[in-house]
Structure formats: C-alpha cells, structure tokens
C-alpha cells in the first residue's frame, strides 16, 4: 500500500501531495476514496473556485475562487471528504491563508475530511510544518508504463506490424521510459513510432534520446559521452586495479555471488592529476551510462524547499535509469557551506547536504556515487566517515613511472613516432608537476615550434616545462597539507607509495 493511500484511510488532515503530474495523482485519489468508507473529492483551482470530482465543471455554485473562502467552505463541510487543493502553493505564504488552513484542520477531529495540497514545489511555511505531512507521489512503474505502452502497441492498426515485439524487447521498451512521467512516457512512445513507424525493441534508442533531452532540460544532471578509455589515464595503478575488479559488480552473476554493490568512492587529490578523467573513463571501463549531476546547480533560492527538490527530483531520475555512475565534480565546492557553523545562505547547503547523505545511506538502487575534490578542509566530517564510500582514495602528484607513462600517453595522442624522444629524461625533468601541467608544457612545446614553422623536439618540451612553475611549487603549503591529511585517511590511488613519500621540494 503507498504511503498516500495509508495517510488518507488514517484521516490525515492535511497532506502534501508533491508531484508534476496532477491528473494521475488525482486518479489514483479517486481510487483511494472508494474504499471503506467511500468519500467525496472536492478540488479547488484558482481557476474555478471548487467542484466536485467527476463532474461537470459548469454546476459549481460556490464562490470560492479566493484561497481563502475555499478553505472556509471546507471547513464548514459536514459530510467526510477529500480535499485537493491545486494552487494553494502559490498563496501559501500569506499569513491569512495558513491561518484558514490551522483553524480549518484543528476543527476536522472525528470527521473524515482531508485536505490534500498538490504542489509540484515543496513550499511550506513553518506555521504549517507541524500539521502538515510531505508526501512524494512516486512517478509510474513498469506496471503503469506498460499500461501507456499497451495503448500505443494496440492503437489504430498498429497491431500486426507491432507484434515482433519480444517480451525482452517491451521490457527494455518500459525500463528506457523509467523515469519519465505518464505524459513525457506517451509522448516518448508516440515520437518513437512516428519516427520509426513502429514500436519493436530497435525503437529503444529512440525513447533513451528523448529521456535524454528530458533530462537535459531539467538542468541539474547532464548525460556525459565519454571517448578517453581507462588507459588514456597514466598511473593510479591500484585505483583502476580497484575499478577493473569491480566492471562487473552490477550484474546478475555478482548478486548470485553473494556480493553487496558497490556504492560510490570518493576521489581526493593535487589539482590536475586525473581525478576527473578516470572518474568519467569508468563508465567506458564498466559500461554504464555517466550521468553528471551538478550540484550547484540544484541550489535555488526562488522558494523555500526549491532546492530539496530539485536534488530529489535529480536523484529519482538517476535512480530510473540504473545502473548508472553519477559523478560528481568537485563535491568540496558544492557542499562547501554545509561544514561550517557559519550560515550564510539559510541553512540551505545543510539541508541539501543531509538530503544527499541521507539518501546515500539509504538507495538500494545500483547507482554509483563518483565524486571528486580537492579541498578537504571544506568537505564536512560526515561525508568522510567510513562506510559513506565503499573507498577513499588519494590522487597524489604523478611520480616518475607514472610521469613517463603520462608523456607517452599525451605524446601518444598527437605523434605516431614518439620514439624519437627521451622519455626518461622528460620525467626526470619534471618531480612535482601534475599530469595537467605536463600536457601543458607539451602543447607549449608545440605552439613554440608551430610558431617557427617546425617540428617540435625533445629541446622545446623541456624548455616549456623550465619556463613554467608547478603549482606544487606555487602553493606547496597546500599541497603539503593535502598529502599530509591523506596519508592516514585515503588509499593511494599509486601503486608505489614509497617513492612520493620521498619526496621534497
Ligand atoms: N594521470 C594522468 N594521465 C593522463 N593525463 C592526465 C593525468 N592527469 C591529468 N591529466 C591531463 O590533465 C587534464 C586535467 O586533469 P583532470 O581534470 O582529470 O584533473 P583533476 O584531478 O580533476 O583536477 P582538479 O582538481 O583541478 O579538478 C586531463 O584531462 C588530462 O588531459
Ligand atoms: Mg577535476
């Protein structure tokens, strides 16, 4: 039984219903009132003041188009009943109507009325935080999917030409729509037939670009395409020896094996190491989608509670299109408010932080966390304690094994014949560079020899790499710390720790 439906038959006075899709939660109101005792639904829209659900819009006589004489109409009802009220959110504020709305409620005992807020934004004033329950309309499942899916299959004459469709191929065709509402799955389906002139499993691909462009406009989480594979990264030996033992930790065959999944891991490290680029590789290496989700941009001041749902609203998409890998760049800047005491932005930082954890602590569904960051001062504690991350690891400065794989790598990309140079001595000419820097100073290298018109050598990398200066030099304090803070905290993403731990500058 869902949660709504529980709240209802125990006579909640008050709930909010937080959904987009207004006519199947109505529906499934409707549903919920026939039962023992059946009650009556009333809804109010700023549009026609209240009717009665079911009929027609014309015999309404009241005049309760005012938030305020709608309530008071409620209130005065005797027969039980379920209330929805549709636009309310936007006059919640007023200080009249959360008055209206405490007395009407504190007057319901024993009656059997409920007054149902849908709202597609959380916006709750805290008058009212104690008398009302948040309730979050779950978006359709397969079961109802299918139901949307059926209609199109059965629909004008497409019967035959359907009927290849295999039962693997309609649950592929359901799981590419989960996700999306009952309208955006009828429109996906719908498109994809026009498209195709049918629906079989080879229309899949067309209803996972539409779920795309979904979520592209909803802004917060974005599809990353990703063409570096695992082995455009050089060194992190025993990070991808962590990840290539875990490529298929989402199957079939590991459950059966007994093995947990894996939740997220955290990558801390120098700036310009490769945190971000072996973040995005492992979706190549695992063959899961990459789905970005941008933190900052959840953030929304507009209206109390807009952020928190934003962020629900972007983790519920990503759980819909599980398996997935949900990076996360630079957490230490996203959640840089919610460590300190100081709040400066209302507690908002905070809320979204513990939202976020609380819902790592709690997703069953394979969605794995990969987040980055650099400044852990800035992270708050609890976002490190263990068991958050199945692991922490450490991105240290390359040292030189991973230097002179990191030169190869990036001569590789832009010179077929990178024989012709000394990679040793590049290497060894560089301690305490990053593999960022290292790229730099090679495309220096190259626009100094474009420059004069020729080849660029050996001579002009190390030139470029001279001229520059590491921000492990420029900021060794930093860096200092950082390593430092992580000796004793984070696994070494290297697989020989000795050498780094040599090291000086
Ligand atoms: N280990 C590496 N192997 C190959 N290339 C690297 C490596 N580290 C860095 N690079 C190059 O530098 C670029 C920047 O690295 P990346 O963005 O992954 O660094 P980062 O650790 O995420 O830094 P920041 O902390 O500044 O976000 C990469 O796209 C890549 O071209
Ligand atoms: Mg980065």
Not at 63 to 70: C, D, G, I, L, M
Not at 95 to 112: P, S
Not at 305 to 328: D, H, K, Q, W, Y
């Amino acid at each position: 039984m869902h949660e709504l439906e529980v709240l209802i038959q125990a006579h909640y006075p008050l709930i909010y219903l937080l959904t987009p899709e207004e006519e199947r939660a109505e529906q499934a109101i409707a549903a919920i009132s026939q039962l023992r005792p059946p009650r009556k639904i009333f809804l109010w829209t700023v549009t026609h003041g209240i009717v009665e659900y079911g009929r027609p819009r014309t015999l309404t006589q009241h005049n309760t188009v005012s938030p305020e004489a709608a309530i008071e109409w409620v209130a005065r009802q005797r027969e039980p009943g379920i209330f929805i009220f549709k636009d309310l959110h936007a006059f919640i504020e007023s200080a009249a109507v959360t008055r209206w709305l405490r007395d009407a409620i504190a007057g319901f005992k024993g009656m059997n009325k409920t007054i149902i807020l849908m709202s597609p934004v959380q916006r709750i004033p805290v008058e009212l935080e104690k008398d009302v329950v948040v309730v979050e309309f779950p978006l359709p499942d397969m079961t109802e999917l299918d139901e949307v899916l059926n209609s199109h299959l059965k629909s004008n004459g497409n019967f035959t030409r359907n009927r290849r469709l295999s039962t693997e191929g309609r649950e592929k065709l359901l799981k590419a729509a989960l996700g999306l509402t009952k309208d955006e799955a009828d429109k996906v389906y719908r498109k994809a037939e026009v498209v195709a002139g049918r629906l079989t499993e080879a229309e899949v691909e067309v209803v996972l670009s539409e779920k795309k462009q979904i979520i592209k406009r909803n802004g917060i989480l974005e599809y990353l395409e990703v063409d570096d594979t695992i082995d455009s990264v050089g060194g992190l030996a025993e990070l991808k020896r962590w990840l290539s033992q875990r490529a298929d930790a989402f199957t079939e065959r590991a459950r059966q094996y007994g093995l947990p999944q894996p939740k997220g891991m955290l990558i801390l490290g120098v700036p310009g190491c490769g945190k971000s680029l072996i973040a995005k590789t492992t979706a190549r290496l695992w063959g899961l989608p990459l789905l970005r989700l941008d933190i900052g941009r959840v953030y929304d001041g507009s209206m109390v509670g807009r952020s928190e749902a934003n962020l629900r609203n972007a983790l519920r998409v990503a759980e819909s299109i599980s398996p997935v890998i949900l990076f996360i760049d630079e957490v230490d800047k996203a959640f840089a408010g919610a460590g300190g005491s100081a709040d400066s932005d209302g507690g908002t930082s905070m809320r979204i932080f513990g939202s976020f954890l609380t819902w790592m602590q709690e997703k069953t569904s394979p969605v794995f966390v990969m987040a980055t960051a650099n400044r852990v001062e800035r992270l708050p504690s609890e976002f490190l304690r263990k068991g958050r991350f199945d692991e922490i690891f450490f991105v240290d400065l390359p040292n030189f094994d991973e230097r002179k794989e990191i030169f190869r790598i990036h001569l590789g990309k832009r010179r077929e014949d990178i024989a012709r140079f000394d990679i040793e001595s590049l290497a060894g000419a560089c301690e305490g560079y990053s593999g960022a820097e290292i790229e730099q100073g090679l495309v220096a290298a190259m626009y100094d020899a474009f420059a004069q018109d020729r080849e660029f050598t050996q001579f002009d990398i190390l030139a470029a790499l001279k001229s520059t200066l590491p921000l492990s030099r420029t900021a060794t304090e930093q860096v200092t710390a950082l390593r430092e803070w992580a000796r004793h905290r984070a696994r070494p993403a290297a697989a020989m720790v000795a050498e780094y731990q040599r090291m000086e500058f």
